[in-house]
Structure formats: C-alpha cells, structure tokens
C-alpha cells in the first residue's frame, strides 16, 4: 500500500486506487474482523499486521531510519494507550522527544498506512489540530495491558468514524473555541448538517444545548432509551 501510494504519481496513466477499508460490522457479523481472522485469532493477526508495516513497509517504502520506526512503534502504543483527547502533535512530540514536525510526519505515514484515520475540526477561527483515531480493532490489541474501560469511549467514536466514512459521509469533530463543551461530530449528507454526540448508556442531551441544527442524534450503547444503538452505524454499508 505505501509502495503503491508512494507512486502514484509515476504510475498515474497506468494505476487506479482503490480503498479497500477494513469489513463493515455486517461483513464482520459474517465473516470476522479480517479474512486472516478466519485462520488465527484476532490478536495476532492485528499484532502481525502492525508490524511488517512498521518493521519492513514504513522502513523500506517511506525511507525511514531504524530510529524512526522504534519511534513509530512508541508513537503507536503511546496513542492507544491514550484515548482520544489526549493525542496531538504537539503531545506526541513531547512524549517521544522528537519535534512537531516530526510527529506530524510519522502520523501522516501511519496514516497512508491504514492503521490510523485523522479528522479534522469543523468551525471558524478554530485551530486545524487533527483528530487521530485508530482503525478499529487496533486500539484493543495494541493497548493491551491499560485500562480498557477508559479506552471504551474511543472505540466506540472509531467504531462511528470507520463507517460513516466507509458509507462515503463527510466527518468533521466539532471543537470550540473558548473550551465550550460540544457535541462529537458533524455529518455532512445531501446539503444538511446533522450532528452526533456519542457516548454510553447514561449520555444525555445537555451538549446540544445552543446547536442550532434540527437533526441532532444521541448515538448509544443498546440498552439505552435515551438514543440511537451506535450497532446500527455498523449496517450503512
């Protein structure tokens, strides 16, 4: 993948790309997370994926040192560990000891990989820092070790992420710029702006408040009568 994207331009009249993303939850309901899965556990598969694209694929194709792959892999189990909130470039930078511009290439590499998705803000005079999630099904092996639990609310926002996009709708992460809490996401669809808030069985209605938007939608955890099942995310595609 890198190889191929790394040359696209010399292959422009010769090559088409086509994404290829991971299965939709109504492929994994039938078929597993990966067609590798089908043969060996999911943990292993991912652990073995992550790898040859960091240890050969980033080092080959995107002519990166050894030193900058062993900070890809710290770079990877840094975010997972991590959530959501709390991963920038500017922490990034400060958790590897490596400069911002440097952290914002190894993102940019991770992501052409395919093991990470970058959203971006959606507002006036906001800054246009991204927000990186994982793949999913990445975050859960890679942080193995932390607490879960805490993780729970990032997975559930890939979970949204890796299909709303894999339906073809335009994301955006609202972000404020006073600090105000707001809703998680925008979506774009035939000309109408509808926004998201996503969370579990307890989420409410109260960061709605001053949208002005009519479609607003509460994504949940089944079980709650507060909102939509976020599962039902999983059949756009």
Known sequence: MLELSE???????????????????????????????????????????????VQKDMLTAGKLSQEDILNIRSALLFMARAGVEGISYSSLSGNLGITKYKAQQYVSFMQSASLIKIILPYGANVLPEPKILFAPSLRATLSQGSDQDRLTGAIREEFFIHHLTGAGFTVNYLKSIRGKKLPDYVVFHQEKKIIFEIGGAGKGSSQFKGIAEREKHILTQPGSSKGIPLILTGFLW
Do not use: M, W, Y
Request: charge should be positive.
């Open 7 to 53: 040359g696209r331009h010399d292959l422009s009249r010769r090559l088409t790309l086509e994404a290829l993303p991971l299965f939709s939850f109504r492929e994994f309901s039938l078929l597993g997370a990966l067609p590798a899965c089908l043969q060996s556990p999911l943990p292993s598969v991912i652990t073995a994926i992550v790898e040859k694209v």
